[in-house]
């Protein structure tokens, strides 16, 4: 099975200012890659699929980028609503899996 | 619009059976390239992706948990049963149903039940 590693498993950032998350592959997944952001106590919600395609109703501000190993989420001006936990999860392959998660956390 | 909740025991013993039940609405598992899935998150942990069932019946389970997994679908009732046997104290988790979208290779889940937690304890 494909492992997924995300980094960092914290990241502090202040309202307005940029984050970036990073999630490596064990091996190549080609560009199937969906990134979640999951708020305490709600499931997780779909951002990004296809690495790089945002979901159905995500603002302009998240952003993926990536094939292959090596992926990146991107949002451009953290808002308040965005401090959340992180997921990205293959589906290149049997079965699919999920990183351990990125918290973003208020600096 | 796509919903789905599940139902089932919050508490459950040590090696008895779970059975979850999903039921949904807005779409039907019998439009070809649809399924749904369940995926699971202990407390504090991350996501771990457990079964999936398609439109044409087709199942697959996580490889780690297969022997004791079984997934089924009543596409009349709009619903999908997962059964978990032989449970331990580590199957404690919410559980979550997800619907997975028609489009072939698109194993990724767009909608999202609120998800339930099954305490295994004694």
């Known amino acids: 099975e494909i492992v997924m590693t995300q980094s960092p498993a914290t990241l502090s950032v202040s309202p307005g200012e940029r984050a970036t998350l990073s999630c490596r592959a064990s091996?190549?997944?080609?560009?199937?890659l969906a990134w979640y952001q999951q708020n305490p106590g709600q499931a997780p919600r779909l951002l990004i699929y296809?690495?790089?395609t945002r979901a159905t109703g995500i603002p302009a501000r998240f952003s993926g980028s990536g094939s292959g190993t090596e992926f990146t989420l991107t949002i451009s001006s953290l808002q308040s609503e965005d401090f959340a936990v992180y997921y990205c999860?293959?589906?290149?392959?049997?079965?699919?899996?999920f990183g351990q998660g990125t918290k973003v956390e208020i600096k | 619009q796509i919903t789905l909740k599940e139902s089932g025991p919050t508490l459950v013993k040590p090696t008895q059976t779970l059975t979850l039940t999903c039921t949904f609405s807005g779409f039907s598992l019998s439009t070809s390239g649809v399924g749904v899935a369940w995926i699971r998150q202990p407390p504090g942990e991350a996501l771990e992706w457990l079964a999936l069932?398609?439109?044409?019946?087709?199942?697959r389970y996580s490889p780690s948990l297969k022997s004791r997994l079984t997934i089924t679908k009543d596409t009349s009732k709009n619903q999908v049963v997962l059964t978990m046997t032989n449970m331990d104290p580590v199957d404690t988790a919410t559980y979550y149903c997800?619907?997975?979208?028609?489009?072939?290779?698109?194993?990724?889940?767009?909608?999202w039940g609120q998800g339930t937690l099954v305490t295994v304890s004694s």
């Open positions: 296809g690495a790089s």
């Open positions: 069932i398609y439109w044409d019946d087709d199942k």
């Open positions: 999860q293959q589906y290149n392959n049997w079965p699919p899996t």
């Open positions: 091996q190549s997944v080609s560009s199937n």
């Open positions: 997800a619907h997975k979208g028609a489009a072939a290779g698109t194993l990724y889940f767009g909608y």
